[in-house]
């Protein structure tokens, strides 16, 4: 089985701070995780994903994410949010062997000018 | 084409009706996906086909619920004698066969049965 966990159900921050929005995961083997957004009245577009190797994987927008394997973590961060930023974000998990994705619950990201 | 391509954006059904949702995956994308979001249920995966394989129907909630993918290119999600509990975005995606390549979702279809 595997699952997602994303812990906060909505991140307020203001435009130029920091923004983090937190997933850890459970699966059995080996995980490739992903992280999407979703702008009001749209579909799910792709920001990054982590397969293997380094373990930060930088993505569009000025999205990077850390893979943590002792923390089971992934979080996705942002240096400086933008207002245009203000969407609802998913977490992901395949395992290796596995083409399923499951899904986070999201998080809405709100940037206040 | 350029991406996911889905059909009607928009479809407002009374119970009891028929819907038919379409999808036209990526070009050469022989994976295909078709989750469905609603409030409170977040993003459930519905059914997977893969090339020429058997299908994975495991998510699909009910019988009134069906799939089929022809020619290995566009799928069509068809919801028989429609309940309100159906209301919901229905999102297709694609992506090449392996585990880790990128899984591509179209706009999505959102479906209200009044």
């Known amino acids: 089985a595997q699952s997602v966990a994303q812990p906060e159900d909505q991140v307020n921050v203001a435009e130029g701070n920091p923004l983090t929005v937190k997933c850890t995961y459970s699966?059995?083997?080996?995980?490739?995780l992903f992280w999407y957004v979703q702008y009001p009245n749209r579909g799910l577009q792709f920001l990054l994903k982590y397969i293997t190797g380094d373990n930060l994987v930088k993505g569009s927008y000025g999205f990077e994410a850390e893979f943590n394997k002792s923390q089971t973590s992934f979080h996705l961060k942002k240096p400086s949010a933008l207002v245009s930023d203000s969407a609802l974000y998913f977490c992901?998990?395949?395992?290796?062997?596995?083409?399923?994705?499951?899904f986070g619950a999201g998080t809405t990201v709100t940037v206040r000018a | 084409g350029a991406g996911v391509s889905q059909s009607p954006s928009n479809k407002v059904t009374e119970k009891g009706k028929d819907v038919e949702l379409r999808c036209d995956p990526i070009s050469g994308h022989t994976a295909l996906y078709w989750y469905r979001q609603s409030l409170g249920q977040g993003l459930e995966f519905l059914i997977y086909f893969q090339g020429n394989s058997a299908p994975d129907k495991s998510g699909l909630p009910s019988d009134r619920f069906s799939a089929e993918r022809t020619g290995g290119s566009v799928s069509t999600l068809t919801i028989q004698r429609t309940q309100q509990e159906d209301s919901a975005v229905y999102l297709c995606?694609?992506?090449?066969?392996?585990?880790?390549?990128?899984?591509?979702f179209g706009e999505g279809s959102w479906l209200t049965v009044v």
């Open positions: 699966v059995s083997g080996n995980p490739y």
């Open positions: 995606a694609s992506s090449l066969p392996r585990a880790g390549n990128t899984i591509y």
């Open positions: 992901a998990v395949i395992r290796s062997n596995d083409y399923k994705l499951s």
